[in-house]
């Protein structure tokens, strides 16, 4: 098996990720989250939340609606510029993007046809049978209402930064933030896309953690500069190995219609070195365009320079899902356990990780073991401390289970516990075993598992 089939597997053994409608043969390329996975990306979001909002004074959150006005849309370029260059397969009819074929975009961004004409189909091996590329627009259309004619027409928002901008104006005449400053948001966005796959890598339905930040144009480029350095912080906080990720400056020609400068950050996934998240400068492209779409005012009073003007963005955009993905690529350690037995576990930061700690009775047929272990996982949940009560199987195959979901602690209730109200603690990624006193067991969770 590979690297990439043996962590698709744990997810799905271990209740992380399943495929979506799974029972009735699974709807490709869609994936949903299972009990330990919802647990993992709660954890993700809130982090990500804690670090960004409510830690900081000059970001403020927000939820906006799926479904906007579809003149948003139009401002924003999505109804015209969002596409991807599709091909079709005339023998097999398999659908690509030639953007994804060497040297179809050329230098000044323009499509060099003569690549797709020799192209050879990676489906079915037919050499020089493509269509001609056509521009392919990836946001999803519904309708509004009883009757589905154009006029009803909407579309699913395919980046969550769209809702920012447009209660800029709202957010700035209800809390009077002074530049600079930022609008978070976390949701959900939809791409038609025309290649999905590579597991969670590129889905149709996924998650955003977006901020615009909004800032004087003159100083753009320190704030870029903040923002990069924020997004390296934030790369590491989550446990994403940084020996595998790059950031690389996007040439002009391949940058997104609204960008003015653009990094990528890339991860070395197994299947190639791939976007993880963007950081993007937009320049006021989007307060501009949804002033003149809006017909509204979108100017803001600068007190400092006593002057009215649009300011300009920052954008570090980040995916839920290739978080995880980048997270799980870096967490995933073999080792051997305490009985010389080849072990899995994920070494994820205790932060992120579904359980801080499992609380196990040694045996799990006498009821007094199990009494005080219950009690002992009840007084922990009572301290929020994120707990699984577990008396399945052997003690070895309860290691096992919980070094594969990544809980930092497991916390054993033995003969002596009765005697001496005392536990052992065993540490996931050095299988260390130490003593505690129940009394003393959640603050030493607490800073074993900051
Ligand atoms: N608002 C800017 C924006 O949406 P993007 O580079 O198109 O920029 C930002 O998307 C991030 O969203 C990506 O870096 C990636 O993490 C995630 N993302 C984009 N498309 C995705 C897809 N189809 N599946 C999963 N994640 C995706």
Redesign the pocket.
């Given at each position: 098996m590979t690297l990439f089939d043996e962590i698709v597997s744990l997810t799905k053994r271990r209740g992380f990720i399943f495929q979506n409608s799974d029972i009735y043969g699974g709807l490709a390329n869609g994936w949903d989250w299972g009990p330990l996975g919802v647990l993992l990306k709660n954890n993700i979001k809130q982090l990500w939340w804690r670090e960004f909002v409510t830690k900081r004074e000059d970001v403020v959150g927000l939820d906006s609606s799926i479904i906007l006005h579809p003149q948003v849309w139009e401002a924003s370029g999505h109804t015209k510029e969002f596409s991807d260059p599709l091909i079709e397969c005339r023998t097999c009819h398999k659908r690509f993007r030639a953007d994804d074929i060497e040297g179809f975009i050329g230098d000044e961004g323009t499509w060099n046809e003569d690549v797709v004409k020799t192209f050879q189909c990676p489906s079915c091996g037919t050499k020089g049978n493509m269509t001609s590329p056509a521009s392919f627009n990836l946001m999803f259309k519904t309708f509004l209402g009883a009757s589905e004619e154009s006029a009803n027409e909407a579309f699913l928002r395919?980046?969550?930064?769209?809702g920012i901008f447009i209660h800029f104006k709202n957010i700035v005449d209800t809390l009077a933030p002074k530049l600079p400053f930022g609008i978070a948001q976390i949701g959900k966005?939809f791409?038609n896309?025309i290649t999905?796959g590579n597991f969670?890598?590129?889905?149709?339905?996924?998650?955003?953690m977006?901020i615009e930040y909004f800032i004087r144009p003159e100083e753009w480029e320190m704030h870029f500069n903040h923002w990069e350095e924020e997004l390296k912080r934030w790369i590491e906080l989550v446990g994403i190995d940084m020996g595998k990720v790059h950031f690389v400056e996007v040439p002009e020609t391949e940058r997104?219609h609204y960008s003015k400068k653009t990094i990528?950050?890339e991860f070395d996934f197994p299947f190639g070195r791939k976007?993880?998240?963007?950081l993007?400068y937009r320049g006021d492209f989007d307060l501009s365009n949804h002033e003149k779409g809006s017909k509204k005012s979108l100017g803001y009073y600068d007190e400092a320079s006593k002057e009215t003007f649009l300011p300009h963005v920052i954008?570090p955009?980040?995916?839920?899902?290739?978080?995880i993905l980048a997270l799980l690529f870096s967490a995933y350690k073999k080792d051997v356990d305490e009985k010389g037995e080849e072990r899995v576990y994920l070494d994820l930061p205790p932060a992120v990780a579904p359980y801080r700690v499992a609380v196990f009775p040694l045996l799990s047929n006498k009821p007094e073991l199990i009494e005080k272990a219950k009690e002992v996982y009840v007084m922990l949940q009572n301290k929020n401390i994120p707990a699984i009560f577990d008396k399945g199987g052997n003690i070895g195959k309860r290691y096992r289970r919980q070094d594969e979901i990544g809980t930092p602690l497991c916390v054993t209730i033995d003969f002596e516990s009765l005697e001496d109200s005392a536990v052992t603690v065993r540490e996931r990624n050095t299988m260390k075993q130490e003593r505690i006193a129940i009394q003393d067991l959640d603050s030493y969770i607490r800073t074993t598992t900051q």
């Open positions: 395919p980046e969550t930064a769209q966005a791409r896309e999905p969670i890598f590129r889905t149709r339905e996924f998650e955003q977006e997104a990528d950050v976007e993880l998240y963007g993007a954008e955009s980040l995916g839920v899902e290739r978080t």
